[in-house]
Every structure is written in C-alpha cells, then in structure tokens.
C-alpha cells in the first residue's frame, strides 16, 4: 500500500523587505539557497521512487505569494505533471496576508493549488506592530475571505510568546482565529534566534521568552480550544531541523513539544473525571495509542495525580477516542490484601 508524504520545499523570501523581530534576515538572504524548479521535480522523483504518493506538494516560507512572480509559477509549473497524473494530491504553500489578491489566488487555484496557509502570527495589530510583521489583523481577514471565496482551503499560522504579548492575549487571538473557521492551524511557539532583532531584545533584557513550561501549558489550551472546535492543528512547535537548532539562542524549543502539551490535556481530562472524587486507586482507560500521553513523559501526570490523593494506572481501551478519558475506582480486595480493577471486592 503506498505511503502518503507531503514533500515540504522551503522557499525563503530573498530581500524581503519587511523586518520580523524574530525572523533571521541573513540566513535568509545568505545562507539559504532557493530552490530550483529542478529541485521540486527532484523531490518528487524521489518520493514516487519511494512509493510515496496521494501526499502535497507544499511550498514553505511564508512568503510564496510575495517572491518574484516568474520565479512562483516557475515552481508551480514544475510541480504540475505529478499532480496532473495524480500521484500527489495538490499543492499548499504558505504566504503573509498581505500577499493575497484575488488574482493571485485565481492563478494558484489554475495550478492546482488546494490549501493557502496564512502567517496571521496575532489578531493584535499592537502585538503584529512591535513584531515588525507589516501587515495588520484586518487584511488577515480580508485574506481569509478571498481565499474562501477561491474556493480554496485555508490554513492559519499563529505565534504564541511573541514580543510584548501574553498568555491572555494568545488566547484572544486562538478565539478569533477559531471564528475565521480556518480548515487547518499552525501553532508556533516564539524562540529567540541569532542574528534577529529579538536576540538584541533578549540580550538588552527587553524581551523575555516563554519557559518550555509555560509555553507548553499555554499551548495546551490553544491546542485543546481548536480540537473543541473541530478545527485540526497540523503543527505545534518548530521543527528540529531547518536552522532553528544551529541558530536557537533561547526560548521554547523542545523536541517533542506536542508530546508535552498533549500530556498537558490528558491531565486536565483526568483531573476534570476525579475532581470531587475520593482519594484512592483508579484505572484510566484511554485510547491505546494515548497511553504514554496520559502518563505523561517521564510519569509527570502520575505524579501530579498521585500528589492529590488519586494513585492512577493508565490502560488502553480500544472503545475509548482520542483526547477522551474514562475512570473507574480500583477496587481492594481485602482478603489478598491486594488491588485490581478486575478482582471484586470480597
Ligand atoms: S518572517 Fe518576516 S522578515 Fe522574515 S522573510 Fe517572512 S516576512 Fe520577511
């Protein structure tokens, strides 16, 4: 059966003019070379060649819409027989919401383009101002309605721990991002690169960033509002890879940071099921796949649940769903001396 991957291109912004505080202009501009429509065909070669197909092409950056023109279609004509054949299922790419018209758009739909992913990053114009971002929350929303209107698939992408931002600013913005009914999010937490405005900020003491901790937590909540809204989170948190670990200088970056805040959610859905409830044994059946989320890593949640007076086990229970959670009090069975859940109380 083949395998479905998405091949990711990253398609830096040469001479970019905008100045995000926590975007690395030079690696941008220097160290980055741009890809090739060679370098798509190649990708996609080497995907087929690896029976991988019914995936996306996705063109990464941030900034797709706004490079050269010639250059853009240069890259969407490169792609177009494997989508044309159907071994690759569309094409996304990611772009600022300034950089969106409904000419723009009628031309990526003509080349097969499914999902345009915005970098909204905030809806506070006073949070997207101090970052240097240089576009405003209204033409994000401007942006989504045209893509909508495209009939095209939309994607937001927003930014947690941004400069001069706080948790319950973050949760403003995850409420409205929800209202804008996005089919997919990204969440990433803000670190501190070399070479950036925001490392001078950090140096300088004016900016400090998010724990892992706190961004987990933070995190957390924003993953568990879009999962309430039946709105699915792609990505949480940057990946390994791609400059962040040569370049990173401070800030919450962890390697398995969807890991940690899933953990986070099973903890609450835990505590929510036994708040008001004896303190004593419990079972806690979760589906089979969770299991180490809702033990959490390195046992925290057992720990924490343990600290209240709850001594939980986790069990997998195939009739259970995702992010869903079912106790059951352990019985003792006093002539062994012992527990078991199975074992009935003598
Ligand atoms: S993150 Fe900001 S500064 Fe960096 S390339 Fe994108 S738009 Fe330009």
Known sequence: MPKHRNIAIFVPHLGCPHRCVFCDQRAISGTLSAPAPEDVRRAAEIALSDGETGGEIAFFGGSFTAVDRDYMVSLLEAAQPYIRSGDFSGIRCSTRPDAVDPETLGLLKSYGVTAVELGAQSADDGILQKNGRGHTFAQTKDACAMIREAGIGLGLQMMTGMYGETPGSALRTAEIFCGLRPDTMRIYPTVVLKNTVLAQLYERG???????????????????LFLDAGIPVIRLGLHSGGGVDDSYIAGPWHPAFRELCEGRIYLSLI????????EGRYTVHVAPSEISKAVGQKRTNLAALAARGWDCRVTGDPEVGVFEVRTQPERICRSHGSNGSQRKES
């Open 271 to 278: 505590s929510e099921r036994l708040r008001g409830q004896p």
């Open 206 to 224: 004016e900016y400090v960033p998010q724990t892992v901790d706190e961004a987990a937590e933070l995190c957390a909540r924003l993953l568990r």
